[in-house]
């Protein structure tokens, strides 16, 4: 059985950081892509960070790049996105979620909300909330 696990979301002022942690366990924690993802109450979700287990190669979304980084701690084994510049379009609960097979193409789809379908994500974490304030 696989377990996502995400910790580190909270309250955060404008500009501010804030560092997203993600654990997997179980039978299938060798994965091939493990991405992070967020959330907006009546909104669809969107992929904005993924990394290729095999070699780390990560790939992120347009609305975030230059400002989030998807990363591995071995030592913790965890991965973990850090968000800085966090704005209040930022807020919304963030997915941590794996995928057991290769994604359908190279490059990601522009549209964030394919994200998911893209890479084929199986399982999912239950969510951390994260909260930007103006």
């Known amino acids: 059985q696989v377990q996502i696990v995400e910790s580190g979301g909270g309250l955060v002022q404008f500009g501010g950081s804030l560092r997203l942690s993600c654990v997997v366990s179980?039978?299938?924690?060798?994965?091939?892509?493990i991405g992070w993802f967020r959330q907006v109450p009546g909104k669809e979700r969107e992929g904005l960070a993924c990394m290729r287990n095999i070699d780390e190669i990560t790939q992120y979304h347009d609305s975030v790049k230059g400002r989030f980084i998807i990363s591995r701690d071995n030592v913790k084994n965890t991965i973990n996105l850090q968000m800085n510049s966090l704005k209040p379009e930022d807020t919304a609960v963030y997915y941590c979620?794996?995928?057991?097979?290769?994604?359908?193409?190279?490059?990601?789809?522009?549209?964030?909300?394919?994200?998911?379908?893209?890479?084929?994500?199986?399982?999912w974490g239950k969510g951390t909330l994260v909260t930007v304030s103006s």
């Open positions: 979620a794996i995928s057991l097979v290769p994604p359908r193409g190279i490059w990601p789809p522009q549209e964030a909300t394919s994200w998911a379908s893209h890479y084929g994500m199986d399982y």
């Open positions: 179980g039978s299938t924690s060798n994965y091939y892509t």
